[in-house]
C-alpha cells in the first residue's frame, strides 16, 4: 500500500512539476516588478510586447560627487553588460555593487571625488503625441571610503 | 472466455496503437532537439553542450526516450537562465519547462497523453500570463503606445512600418531621433504628422494580438473536447502564422508549436502536417527582409 502511495503521489508531481515551476517563476517575476522595478519583459513572467518599459527605454546614469558638485561618466565599455542588469533590474544591492566596481576604475584614473552615483531612468511615453517623459526610478550614493582598504 | 484469434487481435491492435503514440512522441522530441541545432542557443560551455545532447538524441533513438537526455537539456537550460539573470528571455525559461515536461512525461505510464497535457497546460498558462499583462497590469498597451513605440523606434519593424503603415524613410527616422531617451534624443525633433493607414495600423495590431493571446489562452485552459477542440489548435496555428511573420523570435513560436503538436492523436494526420508545415514556415520567415529589420 505505501509504494503505491509514494507512487501515486511521485506520478502527481511528475504531472504538475513543469506548470507549478512556470507559476512559481511568474509570482517571483510579479513581485520583482512591483518592488524592485524589474522591467515586465524579463523574468519568466510572460509580460514580453506588453509596455515600452524596456532595453532602450531604461538607462543608467552615473556621476561623480566631486568637490564642485557632480560630474556625469560614461559608463566604460567593459562593464556594460553589468549595467545592463542592474538596469533591468535596478535592486539596491545591485545598484551598489556595481557602483564598487566602477568607483576603482575612476580612482585609477586619478578622478578625486567623495562618492559615486548611480541612478536608474526610464522612458514612458504620453498617448496621442508620443511626448517622452523621462522619470528616475532609483538612485545611490556610494561612498569611496568603501573602497579604501 | 476469448477465443485465441480475438486475443491475437487486441494484442496486434494494442502494439499498434502504442507504435502511433510513440510516433508522436518521436516526431515532437525529434523536433524539440532539432530546434538546438537550428537555432544554437546558450554561450560558453552550454552551447557545446545543448549541441552534444541534441544531436546525441537525434542519433541514438534509445536516448530520445531516455529521460536523463532531457533531465541534462532541463539543467543545461536552466543554467542558462540563471546564468543570464535577469536578463535571459521568456522562451529560455519554457525551453526549460518543456525539457522537464519531457523528462517528466518519460517517467510515467503514458508518456504520449502526460506530453499533450504538459501541452496544453503550458500553452494556456503563457498566454494567460501574456493576456494578463497586456490587459491588466500594462499602462500602456491598450492606448496603442506599445505599438506605436515598437513600430517607429524598434529598428527590427522598420520595413514593416514602412510597409504596411506608409511611412517615408525620412518620417521614421525622425520619429526615430524624437523617441530616443533624454540625453540621446534630438531636443529639437518631434513626431511627425503620422500617416492614417499608420494609426490604423497599430490599433489593428493591438487589438488583434491581445484579442488572440486571450482566445488562444482561454481555448487550452478550458476542457474542450471533440471539434471544440479542433479550435485551439487553428487558434494557435493563426497566431504562430501571424506574429512570427513579425515578431523575430522563432525559438518561441517553434516551442509553442511543438506543444501543440504533442497534443495531436496519433490518427489525427492533417493536424501533424499543419503543425510541420507551420514550423517550416517559421524557418523561412527567418529571412524575410522585414523580420531581419533594418
Not at chain 1, 584614473?109 to 552615483?117: G, H, I, P, Y
Not at chain 2, 496486434?12 to 518521436?26: E, I, P
Request: proline letters at 5%.
Amino acid at each position: 500500500m505505501v509504494p503505491s502511495m509514494v507512487s501515486r503521489r511521485y506520478a502527481v508531481v511528475l504531472r504538475t512539476l513543469p506548470c507549478a515551476l512556470l507559476l512559481i517563476v511568474a509570482g517571483h517575476q510579479w513581485f520583482l516588478v512591483y518592488t524592485t522595478q524589474l522591467t515586465p519583459w524579463l523574468g519568466g513572467g510572460f509580460g514580453m510586447f506588453s509596455t515600452v518599459d524596456d532595453g532602450v527605454n531604461r538607462y543608467l546614469r552615473v556621476y561623480l560627487l566631486e568637490a564642485q558638485g557632480p560630474r556625469g561618466v560614461q559608463i566604460p565599455r567593459e562593464f556594460e553588460s553589468h549595467g545592463e542588469r542592474v538596469q533591468a533590474l535596478p535592486h539596491v544591492s545591485a545598484m551598489r555593487r556595481f557602483a564598487a566596481i566602477l568607483a576603482p576604475y575612476f580612482i585609477a584614473q586619478n578622478r578625486r571625488f567623495s562618492a559615486l552615483r548611480v541612478e536608474v531612468w526610464r522612458t514612458m511615453y504620453t498617448t496621442e503625441q508620443m511626448r517622452p517623459i523621462d522619470r528616475l526610478i532609483r538612485s545611490i550614493d556610494w561612498q569611496t571610503h568603501h573602497a579604501l582598504p | 472466455m476469448h477465443c485465441p484469434k480475438m486475443l491475437r487481435w487486441r494484442t496486434l491492435l494494442a502494439a499498434w496503437q502504442q507504435r502511433r503514440d510513440l510516433d508522436v512522441l518521436t516526431l515532437v522530441g525529434r523536433l524539440t532537439l532539432l530546434m538546438f541545432l537550428l537555432h544554437p542557443v546558450g554561450e560558453g560551455v552550454l552551447r557545446p553542450l545543448f549541441l552534444l545532447l541534441a544531436g546525441w538524441g537525434l542519433v541514438d533513438p534509445r536516448a530520445l526516450y531516455h529521460r536523463m537526455l532531457w533531465l541534462g537539456l532541463t539543467v543545461a537550460a536552466g543554467w542558462r537562465v540563471l546564468a543570464d539573470w535577469p536578463l535571459a528571455d521568456n522562451h529560455a525559461y519554457l525551453l526549460c519547462y518543456w525539457c522537464l515536461a519531457f523528462a517528466c512525461s518519460l517517467s510515467l505510464p503514458e508518456p504520449r497523453r502526460a506530453l499533450a497535457a504538459h501541452g496544453r497546460w503550458l500553452i494556456g498558462l503563457v498566454f494567460l500570463l501574456a493576456t494578463v499583462w497586456k490587459v491588466v497590469l500594462s499602462p500602456d498597451y491598450l492606448d496603442g503606445t506599445f505599438f506605436r513605440f515598437i513600430l517607429l523606434a524598434d529598428e527590427r519593424f522598420v520595413n514593416l512600418t514602412r510597409l504596411v503603415g506608409g511611412l517615408t524613410e525620412a518620417q521614421i527616422e525622425m520619429s526615430y531621433q524624437a523617441l530616443l531617451p533624454e540625453g540621446e534624443r534630438d531636443a529639437m525633433s518631434g513626431l511627425p504628422v503620422l500617416p492614417s493607414r499608420f494609426t490604423l495600423f497599430v490599433q489593428v495590431a493591438t487589438w488583434w494580438t491581445v484579442s488572440l493571446e486571450a482566445a488562444v489562452g482561454l481555448c487550452f485552459l478550458l476542457p474542450l473536447s471533440g471539434k471544440s477542440a479542433h479550435w485551439s489548435h487553428g487558434l494557435l496555428l493563426i497566431f504562430c502564422i501571424t506574429t512570427y511573420v513579425i515578431a523575430p523570435v522563432v525559438g518561441f513560436g517553434w516551442l509553442l508549436l511543438l506543444m501543440g503538436l504533442a497534443q495531436c492523436k496519433p490518427n489525427q494526420s492533417m493536424l501533424k502536417i499543419a503543425y510541420l508545415t507551420v514550423y517550416a514556415l517559421l524557418l523561412l520567415y527567418e529571412e524575410l527582409e522585414w523580420v531581419k529589420g533594418g
